[in-house]
Each structure stands twice: as C-alpha cells, then as structure tokens.
C-alpha cells in the first residue's frame, strides 16, 4: 500500500481557552477522495485551513508528501519551519473557499494566470495557454475576458477552482464550495468536481454539508464532532449503517431537512 500523502499525527488547536482540534490523528492516501461532514463548529475547516498554512498547529506534527509541514529538519534536528519552508510545502495544496475571492478588478483570465506567474514564473504565453485549458475544462473558456462582477456565483466558483488547479497541486481542498450558491446554481459547480474526481489521481479532501454529493464523490467518509472523528468508513457505511448514535441523530437531522443521503 502506497504511502500516506497526508499524515496528521496527534495535533491539537486552540483558539484562546477553545480548542477546536483535539489530539486529532488520521492519514489520506495518493489519490483518495475524502469527505468530511459533520455539524457546524466540530473542526473540519479548519483541518483544511491547516493544511493550506492558513492556520497554525497549537500542538502534533503533520506531514504532507513525505514532508514535515510545519516543522523541517536542521541540523539533525525538528525545527520550526521557516517561511521558505512554508511557501515550499504550499506549492502542494490549492484550496477552493465558499467566498470566491476573486480579484475583482482583473478578467478571470488574469485570474487564473496569476498564481502561476508570480509564484513559479511561468511565462505569461504559457499560463495563458495552461488557464484557457482549465477554463475549458470548467466550461467557462467562452468568459476568459469576462471580469468576476459579469460572471454568476457559479461561474465564479468554476473560475476559483481553475485557479487553484493552475498551480499543479498533489492535493487539492474544497471547503463549502456551494454553500454560498444559488441551489440552481450549486450543481454546475458539483459537475465539474465529478469530473475532476473521475478524470485525474488528484487527492481532494472536501468539507460540505451537500449529503448526497459526499455519498457520490468519496472513497471514504469521516464525521466529525467537537473537534474527533466519530465514525470514518466507506460512504455506504456511514449515510445507510452508521453505528454511532451521534453519527445517526446528524443524519436523521439532515434527512429531516429534505436533503438526499
């Protein structure tokens, strides 16, 4: 069996008294598709915001790719790791955010190929070439001059995820890309996510409240509460026979508000 691409090993994060991650430990291998589901509050965005260096670790050790990721050696020795360090181990990981943070004041063109050429140089032809293949894949090569205020929500979100693709990450994170749709908007941005998950060896880790997406998308399934993996399986495990009582009255909680399962 192929090596962990992510390792978290027994880390903990406190935000002043709170503490939102507690001895937290799990592993996702090369190419897994992980769905982290679970109420409001119990962690799992910031377990992404983590990984993507937007939040420090109170305490643990991570590793991604082989790699510590908040701590490198020296001299023998586990250190803190040193911005060079971090800006290394970012260059892994794109994050897709419920809020598109698009620049407002640039086409999704310049959007998509900016990344690309601040962070590893790529030549302005070359990242145009790359984003308009991206812009392809997501549908929305047709708005390449378009500016973001032109563009729906959903288009948006597409143009946000073609942007974080243009950096070539191993490991790509969606936090709630749809919570902030339309709900006739919100499976335009599901397709392209099938299709990314069904067409590349990509790692994607996914935290979502869209019930029946997760149950579709995932090899495995991880409910989270206060902060602890409750119950991880298969999708058909955790929606149809999940054995924790919490695990059950989430989902009779989710079933009872009309979403499909």
């Known amino acids: 069996m192929a090596a962990p691409i992510i390792r978290i090993d027994n880390i903990t994060k406190r935000f002043g008294p709170l503490t939102v991650l507690d001895g937290l430990s799990m592993e996702v291998l ?4 992980l769905a982290l589901i679970g109420p409001s509050g119990s962690g799992k965005t910031t377990i992404l915001r983590i990984l993507m260096t937007l939040e420090t670790i ?3 050790h991570i590793e991604v790719d082989g790699d510590q990721l908040y701590h490198m050696r020296k001299n023998g020795s586990l250190v803190a ?3 060079r360090h971090l800006h290394r181990m970012r260059e892994k990981i794109g994050m ?8 407002p004041h640039k086409c999704v063109l310049d959007n998509v190929t900016l990344a690309p050429m601040l962070t590893k140089g790529v030549a302005k032809a070359a990242a145009e070439k790359r984003a308009m293949e991206l812009l392809d894949m997501v549908g929305l ?3 390449a001059k378009s500016m973001p205020a032109q563009l729906s929500g959903g288009q948006k979100q597409r143009v946000a995820i073609a942007r974080a693709l243009a950096l070539s990450p191993k490991i790509m994170l969606f936090d709630e890309v749809t919570s902030a749709l339309d709900p006739e908007l919100v499976e335009e941005v599901l397709n392209v996510m ?4 069904a067409e590349t060896d990509m790692t994607m880790l996914l935290v979502t409240h869209e019930m029946g997406f997760a149950h579709d998308f995932a090899d495995r399934v991880m409910f989270f509460d206060r902060g602890k993996i409750v119950e ?3 999708p058909d495990e955790i929606f149809r026979t999940p054995r924790q009582e919490r695990t059950q009255a989430f989902l009779r909680k989710i079933i009872a508000a009309g979403h499909r399962v």
């Open 194 to 197: 099938r299709k990314l998950a």
């Open 30 to 33: 090369p190419g897994e598709k």
């Open 96 to 103: 897709v955010f419920q809020h598109f943070n698009l620049f």
């Open 58 to 60: 109170s305490d643990g």
């Open 81 to 83: 790791a040193d911005d």
């Open 141 to 143: 090569a047709d708005k």
């Open 232 to 234: 991880q399986g298969r």
